[in-house]
C-alpha cells in the first residue's frame, strides 16, 4: 500500500505556511539538489540571512538550512536568529532531511514555546514523520509517530489552519494503520493461525471503524469463526456487515459463506 496522501502537497503547504508565518518573500525552494560549498565566514546577519533565503529560493536546500544555522550561531540574540530556526527546520524538511529538521523545529520550540509561530512549528514536526511513512509491509513505528504529532496539532491547535490539514493526514494515517493490521490479518488467515488472524481484524473494528477497511475485516471476521467453530460469533459479524454495508461484495460473499457452512444459522 503507497503513503497516504492528498491533492494538495504537504511540500506546498509547507512553504505557503512558512512565507506566512515569517513574513519572508521570494520564490518557491526547488527539491533535490545538492548543496554548494559555502565559506560560512563571520559577516553581518542581515546578508547573512538574505544569502540563506537566497539558496533557499534557488532550490539549494541543504545550503540554506546550514547557512540558516549560521545565522543562529553568529547572530544569536538578533530578531532575525528567530526566523533563522525556522526556516532552517523548513529548509530541512525541504531537503527530505526530517531527522534535522525535527531537531530544527524542537530547538525553536524550547526556545520559544508560546510564540506565534509555535503552531506551525508543530505542524513542521508532524509532517516531517508523516513524509517517513512506509508500506504496510514495514514496521509501522513512523507512522504511530506521525499520528501522534498530527493529534498533537490538534490538540494545540485546533482552530487553525494546520490543524484543518491536520485533521485529514490523521484520518489517512488511521486507515494506513487499519492497513497494517489486515495485512497481518490475511497473512495469518493464509496460515492457518484463525485466532491470531481474529485478533488483528477485531483491532480494525475497535481501532479503526471508520476506515476504508471495516467491511472486509468484518467479512474476515466471519471466515475466522467459522474457522474457529464459533458460528453464533460469524453470525454476529454478518449481522453487522449487512446492517452496514448491504449493498457491498463483502456482505454478499459473507451472506454466501453462512449458507454454506452454518446453513440453520439466520444471517439478517
Known amino acids: 500500500m503507497s503513503k497516504p496522501s492528498i491533492s494538495l ?31 560560512y565566514v563571520a559577516r553581518d546577519v542581515d546578508s547573512l540571512y538574505l544569502e540563506a533565503k537566497k539558496r533557499l529560493d534557488q532550490g539549494e536546500d541543504k545550503t540554506a538550512a546550514a547557512l540558516f544555522d549560521e545565522v543562529e550561531r553568529q547572530h544569536p540574540y538578533s530578531p532575525w536568529a528567530r526566523r533563522a530556526q525556522l526556516m532552517s527546520a523548513f529548509s530541512y524538511y525541504s531537503a527530505r532531511d526530517y531527522a534535522k529538521s525535527v531537531q530544527s523545529a524542537q530547538r525553536f520550540l524550547s526556545i520559544h514555546p508560546g510564540n506565534k509561530d509555535a503552531p506551525y512549528a508543530y505542524y513542521l514536526i508532524a509532517m516531517s514523520y508523516y513524509e517517513q511513512i512506509s508500506d504496510v509491509s514495514r514496521d509501522q513505528k513512523i507512522t504511530l509517530q506521525a499520528l501522534s504529532a498530527l493529534n498533537d496539532v490538534v490538540r494545540r491547535y485546533p482552530n487553525t489552519r494546520y490543524a484543518t490539514d491536520a485533521r485529514l493526514k490523521v484520518d489517512l494515517v488511521n486507515d494506513h494503520l487499519a492497513g497494517k493490521e489486515m495485512d497481518i490479518g490475511r497473512f495469518y488467515e493464509r496460515s492457518g493461525r484463525w485466532l491470531a488472524a481474529d485478533i488483528r481484524f477485531r483491532n480494525v473494528i475497535d481501532k479503526y471503524q471508520t476506515t476504508s477497511h471495516t467491511a472486509e475485516a468484518l467479512f474476515r471476521l466471519v471466515e475466522t469463526n467459522l474457522a474457529l467453530g464459533i458460528p453464533a460469533e460469524a453470525q454476529k459479524y ?26 440453520g444459522t ?3
Open 238 to 263: 454478518a449481522a453487522v456487515l449487512g446492517a452496514n454495508y448491504p449493498g457491498s461484495e463483502w456482505y454478499e460473499k459473507a451472506y454466501a459463506m453462512m449458507g454454506k457452512y452454518a446453513p
Open 266 to 268: 439466520k444471517v439478517s
Open 9 to 39: 502537497s504537504p511540500r506546498v503547504v509547507l512553504l505557503a505556511c512558512a512565507v506566512g508565518a515569517m513574513a519572508i518573500t521570494g520564490g518557491c525552494a526547488g527539491r533535490g539538489k545538492k548543496p554548494k560549498d559555502t565559506a
